[in-house]
């Protein structure tokens, strides 16, 4: 089908989402590589992104021949290799070649080329694994994105003057993972591998530990900034304690330790719907967040202090306590009941 004369960045958008769903998406993958070659994209700079887009609907459709001579194509519009864009077109040759079979070294070639993108580009660990897996190869992924993470893993213990810290990084040590809209190469260097991990059905290891904490502490701060409530526990005691000292908590830790718990239950319950694993809940305490908010100049009605307090448990491993247990062992709060006769039923209140 024929697009528009002249075609924005925001039809290419439109096109990636819909494309393959049209009478005819091949000839929607023709059109763009006309619009390219007689100059109808409104921003020329775009070159690169429309001989993609053509490129992977003619590979969904098995027109590999097409798909590869749009991909030779993309590769060579983009002004820069350095271009994280013009790193994905590569990836995608390479997957295509990898399709057209007889042409393997090529493809290897071409990811080899790619491999150092993976500690500096977020997207390339996604493109440049699957690329290898269309090629049989997730073995060869999980090995380069394991290196890529020990990289900079190393790097990281290495510039906090200790070369030796590596491993304490991968089995506890708190890793900055970014802001939630922007977390960062190693985040997504991690996530990736303990993917490819899975679908090969290795055991977790430590790395995959640490991607599964970062997982959750991104997730965790754009809770927080959407206001969404923190996990902090505060034990009998301790609650009573807050509540005296700090009155104006109750709308946020709740107006008694019941609640409170019943609170932390249906947040967990809510968590674990969405597919979170690794749940827990963090002990806190008056002091730890009186502290905390002395340290920060600020006061704990105030939700960054908060916020800030919950980050600071989430670092130190004694400060979570592991959720759910099961049904006939102690619940979590420390009541000493079963969690059956317990904070189970209260997600149900």
Known sequence: MPTKDMITSADLADLRRSALGTANPLGVAADLADAVEQGRLADPGDAGDALTLAAEIAEVRARLDAALRYADRAVAAYPSGDDARAGFARALRARILFRSGGREDEAMAELTALRPLLTEQPDAPAYVSAALDAGGRSATAEEWLSEAADTLLGQRATAAGDPAETASVTAGAAVEVGPPEAPGVLFFLLQQRHRVRRNLNMA???????????????????????????????????????????????EVYGPDWDAHRARLEKELVRLAGTGRAGLHVLRGSVDGLTGHAGRQNGDPAEPQVRAGYARELEARPDARIPWPPERNDACWCGSGLKYKKCCLPRSRS
């Open 204 to 250: 977790h290891d430590r790395t995959d530990d640490l991607a599964d904490r970062l997982e959750n502490q991104l997730l965790r701060r754009a809770q927080q900034q959407a206001g969404e409530p923190d996990l902090v526990f505060f034990p009998r005691a301790e609650f009573d304690r807050l509540l005296a000292d700090q009155a104006t908590l109750t």
